[in-house]
């Protein structure tokens, strides 16, 4: 086999001598052009390392002459120097990209396209190429969350004593800190990552090897195939190498998870930073003014973000509605079809992420504001109902009825919480129970006042200071396991890049030593 001779006279043009006719001009220009585009944009480098470990491949296992091989390294070469543009013009008798860089090899390999056809050699299509522009993806996003987790655990132990109102159907619940409330948002980000990670481990599987879909009766090595394109396993079974699809759905559904609680949060801090709260400022350079309006300062940069968390769940939508009715095999909606609505999502989460990470940095909350605001509600009266249960000889839910009759007593008033005192809890009593019941004033007093509140809401994950400073310690440990486990995913890549550039230099060393 690796003895054939090429003959310099096999120059076809694409692969289209099945059909009478090129593609019709309206199907040239709008499908397939736009996908040589972003083919171009986002897998150029990725095809020609792909062409690299496959050739490689075939030739250190004598399924083509290692001197045709290094003719073809050698075009490689050359179509990298002179980048994307080496693959144009777009031809529509070619249609495919991969035959576009077919194309440009032919017109740089001795012997043309009797010794770069090699490469179709057992090969797969669709290609592992957006599995491995996935991988770097979400390489990138994972080390953007974990910069993210960082600055959330930073706030979070600086501001464990900032006291706040803490919301349940955006009214005033119980008393909560800020540090408190940007630990919940760290650790939802954590179980991000998890799955941010669990995405990564489905992506990096290498298809390479499995023909059309029943692999090949030459000889390859899929496995030497993986390592040389640093992947962590191999994707086994040749129909599921060129049919999954769950690769890009798992990772779109982890990119809208991540992304939804980016949202949530910054729908939080609009709410919280408009005039009627006032709790927290947006600084001026995250803020757009208005071209009319001269007070106007708006947080328009939360509502960029909130777009971007709406559409990329709609690109997540977008990737199972391609899919929802295709049969399991190769076809356009796996091959290329899906990956557009998943390239949406990781476009918004790039630009979503490290925007929210600076806004966090340069927040400014009314520390003061808060606390009154917490003081003046009723938030801490929980602690109110747990007392007068602990203090009398009433149930639960009749102490819970007491307090709620003082509120609105209180509210009835135009009084705020700290209204409530002994007669005003000795009232209510007397109007739910028939009797007056007798709490320490000191006792009332403690319960309503938001410091005490916190400091003594020291229950495990609660919002006592040192509890938020605790945690965040904690979480600062595990955040450094999550960036070594993404630093090793990166230097297996790292590794595999390393040892294609070794194999491809075996083959310059071995021509030199011939000649």
Not at 378 to 394: I, K, M, N, R
Request: charged content about 25%; overall charge negative.
């Amino acid at each position: 086999m690796s003895d054939r001779q090429p003959k310099s006279n096999e120059q076809p043009k694409g692969a289209r001598d099945r059909m009478r006719d090129d593609p019709n001009p309206v199907f040239a220009e709008r499908i397939l052009k736009p996908i040589f585009e972003v083919n171009s944009e986002h897998n150029f480098d990725r095809l020609i390392a792909a062409h690299r470990a496959w050739i490689t491949m075939l030739a250190e296992n004598n399924i083509v002459p290692r001197e045709r091989a290094t003719s073809v390294l050698h075009g490689l070469a050359d179509i990298e120097k002179e980048g994307p543009n080496s693959l144009q013009p777009f031809d529509p008798a070619i249609e495919y990209y991969y035959l576009h860089m077919e194309r440009a090899l032919c017109e740089r390999v001795p012997g043309g396209d009797a010794s770069v056809s090699d490469l179709n050699l057992g090969r797969t299509r669709p290609e592992p190429l957006t599995r491995m522009f996935l991988r770097d993806a979400l390489i990138r996003i994972l080390k953007g969350v974990v910069r993210f987790r960082g600055e959330l655990l930073e706030r979070a132990d600086a501001e464990s004593d900032t006291v706040m109102p803490g919301y349940t159907h955006l009214q005033h619940a119980q008393p909560t800190t800020l540090g408190h409330y940007l630990l919940a948002i760290h650790d939802h980000l954590e179980r991000d990552t998890k799955r941010l990670l669990a995405a990564y481990e489905t992506t990096d599987q290498c298809t390479l090897g499995c023909g059309a879909m029943s692999g090949t009766s030459l000889p390859v090595d899929r496995e030497r195939v993986r390592k040389l394109l640093g992947f962590g396993a191999l994707c086994e079974n040749t129909l599921d190498s060129v049919s999954a699809s769950d690769h890009v759905t798992e990772a779109a559904s982890a990119l809208a998870g991540l992304m939804t609680i980016i949202g949530r949060f910054s729908q939080d801090l609009y709410v919280w930073s408009s005039q009627e709260f006032a709790m927290i400022d947006v600084s001026d350079s995250f803020s757009s003014p208005s071209s009319l309006m001269p007070q106007k300062k708006n947080a328009l940069v939360l509502e960029y973000i909130r777009s971007r968390m709406a559409r990329t769940v709609a690109a997540l939508t977008g990737c199972f509605t391609v899919l929802h009715n295709v049969g399991y095999m190769d076809t356009e909606e796996v091959e290329f079809e899906v990956y557009q609505p998943l390239l949406d999502a990781i476009t918004l989460t790039e630009q979503a992420l490290p925007t929210i990470i600076a806004v966090v940095s340069a927040l400014e909350p009314d520390r003061e504001l808060m606390r009154a605001r917490t003081a003046w509600g009723f938030s801490a009266v929980t602690a109110l109902a747990e007392a007068v249960y602990t203090h009398t000889d009433l149930s639960n839910r009749g102490a819970h009825r007491i307090v709620a009759r003082a509120v609105r007593l209180a509210v009835e008033s135009g009084k705020d919480a700290s209204a409530i005192d002994a007669a005003l809890l000795a009232r209510a009593a007397e109007e739910i129970l028939g009797h007056r019941i007798d709490v320490e004033p000191s006792v009332i007093a403690e319960c309503i006042d938001p410091d005490r509140f916190i400091h003594s809401h020291a229950v495990t994950g609660g919002p006592a200071p040192q509890e938020v400073r605790r945690m965040a310690a904690e979480r600062r440990d595990r955040l450094g396991r999550d960036e070594k486990t993404i630093a090793e995913r990166q230097a297996m890549l790292a590794a595999g890049e390393k040892l294609l550039r070794e194999a491809v230099a075996k083959f310059d060393k071995a021509t030199v030593k011939a000649s």
